[in-house]
């Protein structure tokens, strides 16, 4: 129909070796006259298999439409991203705040593709995480004490892996409150639901969450924890977006995570933390949240921790 605008959907498997910011794919759209909308949406993928990466270009036509990709037409090219800072993802906050309805894209596809494999070896984890010369396991009561809880409060602790958190979350808050035990991996949810019953920790709650969101009801909750996870938030904006709505008004965020210096940090950290703590804090700055405090914690060395309020 001359004038309007037709839909299409070019749907195209990934490689196993495939990501949006490592392919170096140029996507071709057909050059009309009318405006045009590109939108790219990556569905999640399963834990056999891979998944599809589709597409969606909204095309004004005149008389017709040609193929996409046609070499006939000039082909425009997605913005390519590294696993470096990343402002885009500040701006994906902002419009979640300003309430867009646009589906957020990856900031790196796959980052958690070994927590989400149902035959993880939980042990193996639980020898990484919870030893004593990881900085963080050595100093978890302090960091619990960042949160500044009282009892009878709810608590969620979002990546809470092995539960190296459990027993510090659970003695602030006491019989009377509530700690959420949040994860995306299946294996490690049953292994907290274990140790909850072996201890008989009546006030844990371990729960299956999604990587978009935490799943949480609204104002439910008086603090959440994120402790070396943020950079594994494959989705920051969706998931900034459900704490402010799960955390009550003047609630707290606190987030621990790698320093990220070119200049003195680990290869490890370069190649595996997405950002640094000035790009961490424009992004939960941006989906809302307000700044209260830089923690200082002596022994602390490699990790940082930023204290954020829910506005009131």
């Known amino acids: 129909m001359q004038g309007a605008l037709k839909s299409r959907i070019t749907t195209i498997a990934t490689s196993s070796n495939a990501e949006i910011e490592s392919t170096g794919v140029t996507w071709g759209i057909e050059s009309t006259a009318e405006p045009q909308t590109l939108r790219l949406q990556r569905h999640n993928r399963g834990r056999t298999g891979w998944g599809l990466v589709s597409l969606l270009a909204l095309v004004g036509c005149s008389g017709g439409c040609g193929r996409a990709g046609n070499p006939s037409h000039s082909a425009q090219a997605l913005p390519t991203e590294r696993p470096a800072e990343r402002p885009a993802a500040q701006a994906q906050a902002q419009a979640q705040v300003e309430g867009s309805s646009e589906l957020e894209v990856s900031v790196r596809p796959d980052v958690n593709e070994r927590f989400l494999d149902p035959a993880l070896n939980v042990q193996e984890f639980v020898e990484v995480f919870e030893t004593e010369s990881r900085e963080i396991a050595l100093l978890r009561e302090e960091l619990a004490d960042s949160l500044q809880l009282q009892a009878g409060e709810r608590v969620a602790d979002l990546g809470a892996g092995t539960g190296l958190f459990m027993d510090p979350l659970c003695d602030r808050v006491g019989t009377s409150g509530l700690v959420w035990a949040l994860e995306i991996s299946t294996a490690f949810v049953e292994h907290l639901e274990q140790r909850a019953n072996e ?3 009546d006030m844990l709650r371990p729960r299956l969450v999604s990587e978009r969101s935490v799943d949480l009801e609204p104002n439910s909750v008086d603090a959440v924890f994120v402790c070396d996870t943020y950079h594994h938030f494959e989705y920051p904006a969706s998931v900034l977006s459900s704490l402010r709505d799960a955390l009550r008004p003047g609630g707290r965020l606190v987030i621990v ?37 830089e923690v200082t914690i002596e022994g602390l060395t490699e990790n940082y921790v930023l204290r954020f309020r829910n506005p009131q």
Not at 260 to 281: E, F, I, M, N
């Open 199 to 201: 201890h008989k920790l």
């Open 257 to 293: 995570d790698f320093e990220r210096d070119p200049g003195s940090s680990r290869a490890w950290v370069l190649r595996h933390v997405r950002c640094g703590k000035a790009q961490t804090r424009a992004e939960v700055e941006a989906a809302g949240f307000v700044f209260d405090a």
